[in-house]
């Protein structure tokens, strides 16, 4: 990109905020940023890559695609119990369309400053449109919450409902009906920062849900060395989804994605603790127990405790 448009896009729309954090000492406009880490906290850090028609739809909205790629980046911070601090931006535009830019932009700062996350730093380059974000937090020293952790007989929690977002993206696909509800856990997902930080020092693992329950679920197996059982009567779907998708719900809210709930292993008496100071609906829907098989972990589905198998047909393995 030419230098003059880049650097004019970068004054307009993505420029230093004007209220920096106090570890920000240089954000935008010199060749890096400064951070300033508090005292006895590591630096958590991830990073994602949204690419256009790979990621998401070529006609979503770029306010949707915004808030796509910054919430689904916070809620990694959120799934190690991280405080969000600030973020990095590489864009790759395909043009400087000033209407998408200005859409993106305003979209893409008032989220941040939702969620309490400052942008101080990025590239900008021409070619099909991708969007990097890199999400940076604290955590207090050797208290972030890991995959591996879970204990036999811990309780499996998740946050809010599941399969909202796969729900949503069938809709917008489909374009034909519509939910506003549902759409926004797709295109507007809330990462579940305040819930994570109240499940360090409490959960013993945690993993956002972003693959799928199931998938997801095997995750915090396999890392742990344990089996999981969830029973499908729990599993947590909203009357939105269930109202609209009545024969594919469950389908979507085992093996579905995108919804960036927390997923998380407890003991009772923390998890009563845990729900006390919690606004966020929590659902027990599983324990943990010895691998029956050993060395193989797995994720069991149960019915009134007894393994069920869900027959292939029904679309249970469509979003692998
Ligand atoms: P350099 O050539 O030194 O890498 P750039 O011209 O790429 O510098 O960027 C100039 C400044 O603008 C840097 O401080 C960089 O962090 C910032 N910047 C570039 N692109 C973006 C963006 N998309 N969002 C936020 N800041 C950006
Ligand atoms: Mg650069």
């Known amino acids: 990109m030419a230098l003059l448009s880049e650097f004019s896009i970068i004054e307009t729309y993505f420029a230093r905020s004007a209220l920096l954090p106090p570890d920000i000492s240089l954000a935008q406009g010199d060749d890096c940023a400064l951070v300033l ?44 119990g991280a405080k969000p601090s600030h973020f990095t931006l590489a864009l790759t535009l395909p043009g400087a369309d000033e209407k ?6 305003k979209s893409l700062s008032d989220f941040a ?21 890199q999400v940076h937090g604290w955590v207090e020293l050797d208290k972030a919450l890991k995959r591996s952790g879970a204990k036999v007989g811990d309780l499996l929690v998740v946050s809010g409902s599941l399969g909202d977002a796969a729900g ?3 809709l917008i696909k489909a374009s034909k009906y519509y939910s506003e509800y549902l759409e926004d856990r797709f295109y507007r997902p809330q990462p579940r920062l305040a819930l994570g930080q109240q499940l360090i020092g409490r959960a013993t693992s945690c993993i956002d849900v972003s693959d799928g329950l199931v998938a997801d679920a095997a995750h915090l197996s396999r890392t742990s060395g344990l089996d999981i ?9 909203s009357s939105e989804l269930l109202g609209r998708f009545p024969d594919q719900a469950q389908a979507f809210a085992l093996a579905g994605g995108d919804d960036y709930e927390l997923l998380f292993s407890i003991d009772t008496k923390s998890f009563e603790a845990l729900q006390s100071e919690s606004d966020m609906p929590l659902t027990v829907i599983g324990h943990f127990g010895k691998p029956q098989e050993k060395d193989k972990p797995r994720v069991m589905l149960t019915e009134n405790d007894c393994e069920v198998r869900l027959p292939r047909e029904k679309g249970y393995l469509h979003f692998g």
């Not at 880490?37 to 790979?54: E, W």
Request: aromatic fraction near 4%.
């Open 37 to 80: 880490p508090p005292a006895d906290q590591q630096l958590c850090l991830s990073i994602d890559t949204q690419v256009a028609g790979r990621h998401f739809l070529e006609t979503a909205p770029a306010s949707a695609i915004a808030t796509r790629a910054l919430g689904s980046a916070l809620s990694d911070l959120a799934a190690m």
């Open 100 to 105: 998408w830019l200005a859409e993106f932009s």
């Open 113 to 133: 400053s939702k969620h309490g996350v400052v942008l101080i730093g990025g590239d900008t380059t021409r070619g099909p449109l991708t969007i990097t974000i």
């Open 168 to 170: 949503g993206l069938s």
């Open 229 to 237: 059982a969830i029973e499908l009567s729990a599993v947590p779907i």
